[in-house]
């Protein structure tokens, strides 16, 4: 991120020294994409982001809620800056104010107030944009909790347009929300109901990212597939539309989007994964378990055939195209034979990669309170067979790369020399030497080795 304050050279009154600003993100891409924008939120106040917690003016933990280790680590996080907060104070470097954003906030803000007075605000998701605000209002007394009880288009409407960008790939986030109530999730707590930008914003935003270098846009929304903003000619867009337009903007060669649910995956983006060379063969489509016992109980509204007749249809359509999944072992009730179930479902999708997560009963979530959980013991068992299966279906699909040649974005210096590291079109990170004069650009790569977590490859004629 470009620090517009430092200093310069020209003449004229000095610059203010810039407020050191520390954001720490856990969970999802959403988490990232907010964290950026709290960062343009509080650009033009004067703070300027900076790496360590120690000695910051400003602290924010933008939190996640989806599990409860997550959760819990925020208040060890709490205890640690409490700590520098003191220490600040005492050796006369002024006060460091701490604020919780994101989903835990959302979820139990009065909670955090009240177990740690050292945190001044608490602001959840959608409110984001009342940063500066907050600031001011806390510079006289500790802040009051402000959640989530806003519409989401209150908070894009009130942000600069003017994104900072770093490096040629980019978080755009289009849908926010979810209308699912999977009987183990959070998020349609966390984050509310869904909604869509409209397209013009999202169109502009694409713009002013392509005109600062960005070649890759990954879109994101917790259901983004269900996408319906509404068009700048009226009438609703549905995200294949919206993809379309955006493969249309000069510099935007590369579009991504996730996360993906089943049910919402229709036919018009079916057929653009075929048609739209700018959206790239990677489709992360969780399904959670292989049972469809377990599936009902999980409230997904879909079975296990609809999902691989699904699967299926997608790979007519772009059969290169890679997958990647989420599942839960441990869900209340699941037996051996549903976990088998599972395993055999991964063996017939065949996963570039996958997350596999141990079920966490989560507060409020109607499979807390189902009466059958699962031994934790069993459930670690579960988790480490199905992540032994994964890592070997990752591998092979890493492996079987080696001899073509793929085009790479790109995106940083590598570790050694002149060496970059770039993105596949399979998102795999693809390391090559003398290659640090074309990061943020698309150039051909031969493939040579592939490794469980990464690709070698060379420029072609090296
Ligand atoms: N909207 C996305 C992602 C939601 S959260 C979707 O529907 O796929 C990301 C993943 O966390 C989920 O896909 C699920 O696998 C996992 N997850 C959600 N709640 C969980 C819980 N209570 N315990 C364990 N894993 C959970
Ligand atoms: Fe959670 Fe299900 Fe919504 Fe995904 S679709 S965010 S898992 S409730
Ligand atoms: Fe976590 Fe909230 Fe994302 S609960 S996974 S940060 S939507």
């Known amino acids: 991120m470009t620090d517009i304050l430092a200093p310069t050279e020209v003449d004229g009154p000095a610059a203010p020294p810039a407020k050191r600003l520390f954001i720490k993100t856990y969970g999802c891409q959403m988490n990232v994409y907010d964290s950026e924008r709290m960062a343009d939120v509080l650009r033009p106040l004067g703070y300027a982001p900076t790496d360590t917690p120690e000695g910051a003016d400003f602290v924010i933990l933008n939190t996640c809620h989806i599990r409860e280790k997550a959760a819990e680590k925020v208040y060890s996080e709490l205890g640690k800056l409490r700590l520098m907060k003191l220490d600040k104070a005492a050796a006369g470097g002024g006060a460091m104010t701490i604020a919780v954003a994101g989903c835990v906030a959302q979820a139990e803000g009065e909670e955090i107030m009240r177990r740690q007075p050292a945190v001044d605000i608490v602001v959840g998701p959608q409110a984001y944009h009342q940063l500066p605000e907050l ?152 399904v959670q378990s292989g049972s469809d016992r377990i599936l009902r109980a999980m409230n997904r509204k879909h079975g296990r055939g609809k999902y691989i007749d699904l699967i299926g249809r997608i790979r007519d359509a772009r059969p290169d195209i890679a997958i990647s999944g989420d599942f839960i072992v441990g869900f209340p009730g699941e037996t051996e034979r549903d976990f088998e179930d599972t395993l055999s479902l991964v063996r017939d999708i065949g996963y570039a990669s996958a997350f596999t997560f141990m079920y966490s009963p989560r507060p409020g979530t109607p499979a807390a309170s189902m009466g059958t959980q699962v031994p934790p013991e069993v459930a670690l068992a579960r988790l480490h067979a199905l992540q032994a299966l994964i890592v070997k279906q990752q591998l092979a699909f890493n492996v079987a790369q080696a001899g073509k040649t793929l085009n790479v974005l790109f995106e940083k210096p590598g570790r050694n020399g002149r060496q970059a590291i770039g993105r596949s079109p399979y998102l795999q990170s693809v390391h090559v030497e003398d290659a640090d004069h074309l990061i943020g650009q698309i150039v051909p790569v031969r493939i040579e080795h592939g490794q469980q977590n990464s690709l070698k490859g060379r420029l072609l004629g090296a």
């Open 135 to 286: 600031l001011t209002r806390t510079a006289r007394a500790r802040g009051e909790r402000i959640g989530a009880d806003f519409a989401p288009n209150e908070k894009f409407d009130a942000m600069p347009a003017m994104r900072g960008v770093d490096g040629p790939t980019a978080f755009l986030t289009v849908q926010e929300g979810c209308d699912k109530f999977c009987s183990f999730c959070v998020v349609p707590y966390t984050r509310g109901a869904e909604w869509s930008r409209p397209v013009g914003d999202v169109l502009a935003e694409a713009r002013g990212l392509a005109a600062q270098g960005v070649r890759e846009l990954t879109l994101l929304g917790q259901n983004v597939n269900a996408y319906d903003g509404l068009g700048e000619g009226g009438g609703v867009w549905t995200l294949a539309r919206l993809a379309r337009a955006l493969a249309e903007i000069p510099g935007i060669d590369r579009i991504r989007y996730t996360t993906s649910h089943p049910n919402d995956m229709s036919d018009d983006l079916i057929e653009a994964h075929r048609e739209l060379d700018a959206l790239m063969p990677y489709l992360h489509l969780p």
